[in-house]
């Protein structure tokens, strides 16, 4: 792919600076592909051709289901060209094939849903009690965003906020993670091929602390949809606020996934091994925290254990793999350190804790890590580790689990595993984070709001109030 690959007022271009990155798959080092790496000016650019086209009005002045058909549109393509986008989201992330083609399914839901939201969007009415005044609210798009994106499911996340924004009217500067820039690209070629006016989107690849921090502070930018890690998000916030900018986040989470001794132990077997380890544990919502009632601990433990050891590490079309590398050699050093951290500390290593041997060496593999001897406090139960490790703690009683389950600074997304359908509901409602699942782990539904309490972030994405973050709500009162 050539470097020109900055999308801004409608045209490709390489960066003002004519620098480039190239991108390697983190499952065997190979190289995917040299594109732009944007400068600060090449973002600010990008802020003014949004704002010139949010200005214009040929989008944003659009009915909400001219803007919906588009959207519906835009579904269409993504299937069509699904392997396409698959493709590059593999190279560029190492993750199975199968687990993209699911995603690029997912994006094309994520439009549809949004294009039919769109479609039924009307204004309210509002009884002022006076037959001489019609008040109403009016829904307007927001303005510009800018869409900041991570690097574990890319084009996904991304799709979470492209949809809704361009639902409600806005136009955007997309940023991609710099690891992941491809599907990103493909994006935009889908929205210029089906003539979405000139700036609404543009694409600005580069890295946070240059491009991410003009799209967070840019006075032209009316808000900042982020997803990414805590500490960013800090940042991002802080940097927003001088301007007093709508921000919405989406961050981290340490998820507990609760087993009563009453659940189907197979599915909860299954789905605690998924829950911690597909895609390497590189999931937001991953069951990182695994919290089994004693009374099932040893059995279900000395099993999770033996399954974990048994996962085939692989690349993304090796048709036996069961999960594959962490994104860069950074961030597997980052997990190394974190597990031999959390064993200093007295954690047990029941399995994993060191790096895929043989072909995995091209790679930047690690084995799915299982701790126990773990208590409250030890920074692996505090910090997220966002690789393939899952700590064990046991609890007596429903109190214990709900407290257990509630004993974090995140609060994103969490689950319980039991029989008992008024023992489930009442721990559900206990918990304290965006999402419970019961007797399932990580279906999501773009009807249902995503999001955390707590330190996992500030609003929501899909669903309704998915659409809402991108809108300002305006009274219209008039006196007869
Ligand atoms: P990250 O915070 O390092 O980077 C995310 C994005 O922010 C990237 O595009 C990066 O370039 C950009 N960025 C970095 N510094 C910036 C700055 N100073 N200003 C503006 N932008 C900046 O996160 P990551 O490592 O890419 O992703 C992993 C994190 O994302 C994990 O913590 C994970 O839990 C979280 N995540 C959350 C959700 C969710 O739905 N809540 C979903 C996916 C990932």
């Not at 199968?98 to 294009?115: K, L, M, P, R, T």
């Not at 009415?125 to 303005?143: C, F, N, Q, T």
């Amino acid at each position: 792919m050539s470097a020109s690959t900055l999308f801004i007022g409608g045209t490709w271009t390489g960066a003002s600076d004519g620098g480039t990155r190239d991108i390697h798959c983190p499952a065997d080092g190979e190289l995917v592909g040299t594109v732009a790496e944007g400068t600060a000016d090449d973002a600010a650019r990008a802020v003014l051709a949004a704002r010139a086209a949010f200005d214009a009005g040929e989008w944003s002045g659009k009915s909400p289901l001219e803007r919906g058909s588009f959207l519906l549109k835009v579904a269409d393509r993504l299937r069509d060209r699904k392997n396409d986008f698959a493709r590059a989201e593999t190279l560029d992330t190492g993750k199975r094939l199968v687990e993209s083609e699911i995603d690029i399914d997912d994006i094309a839901n994520c439009f549809e849903y949004f294009g039919k939201l769109a479609g039924q969007e009307s204004g309210r009415l509002v009884d002022a009690g006076s037959p001489m005044v019609v008040s109403r609210i009016e829904y307007e798009p927001v303005g510009v965003c800018s869409l900041i994106a991570p690097w574990n499911y890319p084009l996904l996340q991304a799709a979470w906020k492209i949809a809704p924004a361009l639902a409600a009217g806005c136009s955007f500067v997309l940023k991609p993670s710099e690891l992941t820039p491809h599907t990103s690209i493909l994006m935009m070629d889908v929205l210029q091929e089906l003539g979405l006016p000139d700036g609404v989107a543009n694409l600005v690849l580069g890295d946070g602390k240059t491009v991410g921090a003009v799209l967070s502070s840019h006075p032209d930018v009316d808000l900042v949809s982020f997803t990414g890690g805590l500490e960013t998000g800090k940042v991002i916030a802080a940097s927003a606020a001088a301007s007093v900018k709508k921000v919405a986040l989406e961050l981290g989470g340490k998820n507990p996934n609760i087993v009563f001794a009453d659940a189907d132990f197979d599915a909860a077997l299954d789905n605690a091994l998924n829950a911690a380890f597909v895609h390497s544990g590189q999931v937001c919502s991953a069951g990182a925290r695994l919290i089994v009632e004693e009374s099932i601990a040893e059995k279900f433990v000395d099993e999770l254990v033996r399954r974990a050891g048994q996962i085939r590490l692989g690349g993304p079309f090796d048709p036996d793999a069961e999960t594959g590398p962490l994104i860069s050699a950074a961030h597997r050093d980052k997990v190394t350190a974190y597990v031999d951290k959390g064993v200093a500390e007295g954690a047990r290593l029941r399995c994993g804790g060191a790096w895929g041997t043989g072909d995995l060496e091209k790679g930047f593999y690690y084995l799915p890590t299982v701790l126990d001897q773990v208590t409250s406090g030890m920074s692996v139960l505090v910090d997220e580790a966002f690789g393939p490790v899952v700590t064990v703690e046991t609890f007596t009683s429903e109190a214990e689990a709900v407290k257990l389950g509630n004993d974090t600074h995140y609060g994103l997304a969490g689950a319980v595993w039991s029989q008992d359908a008024g023992k489930s509901q009442r721990v559900a409602r206990a918990l304290r984070h965006g999402t419970i699942w019961i007797n399932d782990f990580h279906p999501y539904l773009p009807q249902a709001e995503w999001g955390g309490f707590g330190q996992s972030g500030v609003g929501r994405e899909l669903g309704p109030t998915g659409l809402a973050e991108y809108q300002e709500a305006k009274h219209v009162y008039q006196n007869i």
